[in-house]
């Protein structure tokens, strides 16, 4: 059965998003979770624009010709950061292939505006591929972020239908580099036609990457134009493969709801 979700109200992070003109994945994917963080003054500020350059059939965020980044973003987020007082915030973004570094010097500079102005904030840097790019993810690794993810989002079988400009073995490959500087996280989301033996097939291939941390969640359908969903898993088999990613070894977040970035300081 298809979960319901609660729609945000207007609050005080809501406000301060618009005023500041800065962009969240709350908004652009249309998390399922919007009303419940932005009403604990939470959110996961997405840079770079809301246009991205590829075009996965999951996701509800606008591809095409993204416009140049903005210089002030690092700072608009910063001030933002400070404002609500945040502890713990997640920085993540579109793909940005247009770009020669791929967006991984703005993302730097992000971080380290918000590290400045926010000392004892810890930041999540969700990131794109990078293409694989060694010098992006340097920079990543070198960062002040405390915790560095990337999301294998799909089983192999599914990723190129699901992901066409992305790969399956290069999301293993960023993972098993990031694990080697800060603790590392992805995210699985499920209903889009996988068997429970290509979860697992999948949970392994991240073990060996050095993921700690996991997500797994329900692929909801953003328009009847996206890829559809094959089934809703049920509280049960959540808690079946919350337990399996336990079993391996993983902190993980399992349910109908749960997106890579929800709960992500309590994780």
Same mark, same amino acid.
């Given at each position: 059965?298809?979960?319901?979700?609660?729609?945000?109200?207007?609050?005080?992070?809501?406000?301060?998003?618009?005023?500041?003109?800065?962009?969240?994945?709350?908004?652009?994917?249309?998390?399922?979770?919007?009303?419940?963080?932005?009403?604990?003054?939470?959110?996961?500020?997405?840079?770079?624009?809301?246009?991205?350059?590829?075009?996965?059939?999951?996701?509800?965020?606008?591809?095409?010709?993204?416009?140049?980044?903005?210089?002030?973003?690092?700072?608009?987020?910063?001030?933002?950061?400070?404002?609500?007082?945040?502890?713990?915030?997640?920085?993540?973004?579109?793909?940005?292939?247009?770009?020669?570094?791929? @967006?991984? &010097?703005?993302?730097?500079?992000? *971080? #380290? +505006?918000?590290?400045?102005?926010?000392?004892?904030?810890?930041?999540?840097? %969700?990131?794109?591929?990078?293409?694989?790019?060694?010098?992006?993810?340097?920079?990543?690794?070198?960062?002040?972020?405390?915790?560095?993810?990337?999301?294998?989002?799909?089983?192999?079988?599914?990723?190129?239908?699901?992901?066409?400009?992305?790969?399956?073995?290069?999301?293993?490959?960023?993972?098993?580099?990031?694990?080697?500087?800060?603790?590392?996280?992805?995210?699985?989301?499920? @209903?889009? &036609?996988?068997?429970?033996?290509? *979860? #697992? +097939?999948?949970?392994?291939?991240?073990?060996?990457?050095?993921?700690?941390? %996991?997500?797994?969640?329900?692929?909801?359908?953003?328009?009847?134009?996206?890829?559809?969903?094959?089934?809703?898993?049920?509280?049960?088999?959540?808690?079946?493969?919350?337990?399996?990613?336990?079993?391996?070894?993983?902190?993980?977040?399992?349910?109908?709801?749960?997106?890579?970035?929800?709960?992500?300081?309590?994780?």
């Amino acid at each position: 059965m298809k979960p319901k979700v609660k729609a945000p109200n207007n609050n005080e992070t809501l406000k301060l998003i618009q005023k500041y003109n800065i962009n969240t994945v709350c908004y652009s994917s249309k998390c399922p979770n919007i009303y419940e963080c932005f009403n604990k003054k939470s959110a996961t500020f997405m840079i770079l624009g809301n246009i991205c350059t590829r075009n996965c059939r999951f996701c509800n965020v606008t591809s095409g010709k993204p416009h140049l980044p903005d210089k002030n973003e690092p700072k608009k987020i910063a001030e933002a950061v400070k404002t609500l007082g945040l502890k713990y915030v997640v920085i993540t973004s579109v793909d940005r292939d247009d770009l020669e570094d791929f @967006g991984s &010097g703005h993302f730097y500079n992000v *971080i #380290e +505006k918000i590290k400045k102005l926010n000392p004892d904030t810890k930041i999540e840097s %969700l990131t794109p591929d990078f293409q694989g790019d060694i010098n992006a993810l340097n920079l990543m690794a070198t960062s002040g972020a405390y915790k560095l993810a990337h999301n294998i989002e799909t089983v192999r079988r599914l990723h190129k239908k699901l992901k066409p400009k992305s790969d399956y073995d290069l999301s293993l490959k960023v993972l098993e580099y990031y694990s080697k500087f800060k603790i590392t996280k992805s995210s699985l989301i499920v @209903g889009f &036609g996988e068997s429970f033996e290509e *979860i #697992e +097939k999948t949970l392994v291939d991240l073990k060996n990457a050095g993921v700690k941390q %996991l997500t797994i969640g329900q692929y909801l359908q953003p328009t009847p134009k996206h890829y559809p969903v094959k089934k809703y898993y049920s509280d049960e088999e959540f808690k079946i493969l919350e337990n399996m990613a336990k079993n391996m070894g993983f902190t993980v977040a399992s349910g109908k709801l749960v997106r890579s970035s929800y709960k992500a300081d309590e994780l």
